[in-house]
């Protein structure tokens, strides 16, 4: 515990030196102000940290909540101005270059006074100065549009998936998928019901939750996710596990979502049959959950122990790494979600330096993997380049 605040001051304190060097170094108050500034960005990054630790603890009141929405919003603010200053400044680098070649090879005369003319510094101060209020109107620009596009009610998004050989009784066959809906203090009940809303439009074949569908307690978040009981299918709501089912008591929470009328897959498959036709449906648990617990350890051919012969073989994975054990087991496709598609820019940039495939419906071998970008969003309220989704996957002969 205490290297993990250590590593969290010491990247805190990184962030907040370059931000505050980068945006005030041509500012005209004083030093100690900039100092303050910095304290204020380190005391920002690691407010939403202290929250999630003081709900840990069994703290949940309003204070709380509003404390987790403002730490949220400021590194989510901090994020676009940390992200606009990069850019910035790994454009000035060549510019630099380019200008000290030219003045190189230009060599100017010298003036009559025997000396070349010398910037205005004070012109250089403006101009800096009025670029880094540019990024900061764009930071704050960008998080208003961030939050907008992550609390609007997520979209439909429809994806035929080609199955060879599809018998005719599963064509057309209709899989919902929510996943990643990480209801917490941001994300509450009344969201949760506008899910329910659109799922119910779309007359599922099934419904699959493909987990992170909480960051907090039973006690504390039980109340919220209850719409969720109200969810219809023709043929069951299934549900597998996710990373942050293990940080929020994940014994307590399969057998929640038990009583809200899910089926939870812990490695294990069922069948669902029309006329003549069979699916074999598998989950397994997250691709970490045995470092939580070791009965969970996630395991795609396990799933199919005793699994009759199938015309399609589904694997419900929250993490896109389990495509790999996926494949050798022999399964038609792959249904994923876990990375929120990256959620906003620039951390869209790095999840596939994790993750095999970010977001939409792609082949890897034999077998098929569809990732959603999921339906919620974790952390900050923010959703750029990434809107959430609700999924309708849609069976067809190929």
């Given at each position: 515990?205490?290297?993990?605040?250590?590593?969290?001051?010491?990247?805190?304190?990184?962030?907040?030196?370059?931000?505050?060097?980068?945006?005030?170094?041509?500012?005209?108050?004083?030093?100690?102000?900039?100092?303050?500034?910095?304290?204020?960005?380190?005391?920002?990054?690691?407010?939403?940290?202290?929250?999630?630790?003081?709900?840990?603890?069994?703290?949940?009141?309003?204070?709380?909540?509003?404390?987790?929405?403002?730490?949220?919003?400021?590194?989510?603010?901090?994020?676009?101005?940390?992200?606009?200053?990069?850019?910035?400044?790994?454009?000035?680098?060549?510019?630099?270059?380019?200008?000290?070649?030219?003045?190189?090879?230009?060599?100017?005369?010298?003036?009559?006074?025997?000396?070349?003319?010398?910037?205005?510094?004070?012109?250089?101060?403006?101009?800096?100065?009025?670029?880094?209020?540019?990024?900061?109107?764009?930071?704050?620009?960008?998080?208003?549009?961030?939050?907008?596009?992550?609390?609007?009610?997520?979209?439909?998004?429809?994806?035929?998936?080609?199955?060879?050989?599809?018998?005719?009784e599963l064509d057309g066959f209709r899989i919902v998928q929510i996943t990643d809906i990480h209801v917490n203090p941001t994300f509450r009940r009344a969201a949760v019901e506008d899910i329910v809303a659109v799922?119910?439009?779309?007359?599922?074949?099934?419904?699959?939750?493909?987990?992170?569908?909480?960051?907090?307690?039973?006690?504390?978040?039980?109340?919220?996710?209850?719409?969720?009981?109200?969810?219809?299918?023709?043929?069951?709501?299934?549900?597998?596990?996710?990373?942050?089912?293990?940080?929020?008591?994940?014994?307590?929470?399969?057998?929640?979502?038990?009583?809200?009328?899910?089926?939870?897959?812990?490695?294990?498959?069922?069948?669902?049959?029309?006329?003549?036709?069979?699916?074999?449906?598998?989950?397994?648990?997250?691709?970490?959950?045995?470092?939580?617990?070791?009965?969970?350890?996630?395991?795609?051919?396990?799933?199919?122990?005793?699994?009759?012969?199938?015309?399609?073989?589904?694997?419900?994975?929250?993490?896109?790494?389990?495509?790999?054990?996926?494949?050798?087991?022999?399964?038609?496709?792959?249904?994923?979600?876990?990375?929120?598609?990256?959620?906003?820019?620039?951390?869209?940039?790095?999840?596939?330096?994790?993750?095999?495939?970010?977001?939409?419906?792609?082949?890897?071998?034999?077998?098929?993997?569809?990732?959603?970008?999921?339906?919620?969003?974790?952390?900050?309220?923010?959703?750029?380049?990434?809107?959430?989704?609700?999924?309708?996957?849609?069976?067809?002969?190929?």
């Amino acid at each position: 515990m205490v290297w993990f605040f250590f590593i969290i001051f010491a990247i805190s304190g990184l962030l907040a030196t370059y931000i505050t060097w980068r945006l005030f170094s041509k500012a005209s108050f004083r030093r100690r102000w900039k100092i303050v500034i910095a304290l204020g960005i380190v005391a920002a990054i690691f407010t939403p940290v202290l929250a999630i630790m003081l709900r840990r603890s069994g703290f949940d009141n309003l204070g709380l909540h509003l404390l987790t929405w403002a730490g949220y919003l400021a590194v989510g603010f901090l994020s676009f101005i940390f992200s606009y200053l990069v850019i910035r400044d790994l454009l000035w680098v060549p510019l630099g270059g380019f200008k000290m070649i030219r003045s190189r090879l230009s060599k100017p005369a010298p003036s009559a006074a025997g000396s070349r003319k010398i910037a205005d510094p004070s012109r250089r101060g403006f101009l800096v100065n009025s670029m880094n209020y540019g990024i900061v109107a764009a930071a704050a620009l960008t998080t208003g549009y961030g939050i907008a596009e992550a609390k609007q009610t997520p979209r439909v998004k429809r994806v035929p998936i080609k199955i060879k050989q599809l018998p005719t009784e599963l064509d057309g066959f209709r899989i919902v998928q929510i996943t990643d809906i990480h209801v917490n203090p941001t994300f509450r009940r009344a969201a949760v019901e506008d899910i329910v809303a659109v799922v119910n439009t779309l007359d599922a074949d099934i419904v699959v939750l493909t987990g992170d569908l909480v960051d907090g307690s039973v006690a504390q978040l039980g109340f919220d996710v209850a719409p969720l009981k109200r969810i219809n299918s023709v043929s069951g709501n299934f549900f597998v596990t996710g990373n942050h089912e293990y940080y929020s008591g994940v014994i307590e929470w399969i057998e929640e979502v038990k009583r809200l009328g899910f089926s939870v897959l812990l490695n294990e498959h069922l069948v669902i049959r029309r006329g003549q036709a069979r699916m074999v449906l598998a989950g397994v648990t997250d691709y970490r959950g045995g470092n939580f617990l070791h009965s969970h350890r996630s395991d795609p051919q396990k799933a199919l122990n005793g699994a009759p012969p199938a015309n399609v073989k589904i694997l419900l994975a929250h993490q896109p790494k389990n495509i790999f054990d996926a494949a050798k087991a022999g399964y038609d496709l792959q249904i994923s979600g876990h990375t929120h598609g990256g959620q906003f820019f620039p951390w869209n940039l790095f999840v596939g330096f994790s993750q095999p495939y970010v977001s939409g419906l792609h082949k890897h071998e034999n077998t098929q993997i569809y990732v959603s970008r999921g339906t919620g969003y974790w952390g900050p309220p923010l959703r750029v380049g990434s809107p959430s989704e609700i999924t309708l996957i849609k069976l067809v002969g190929g």
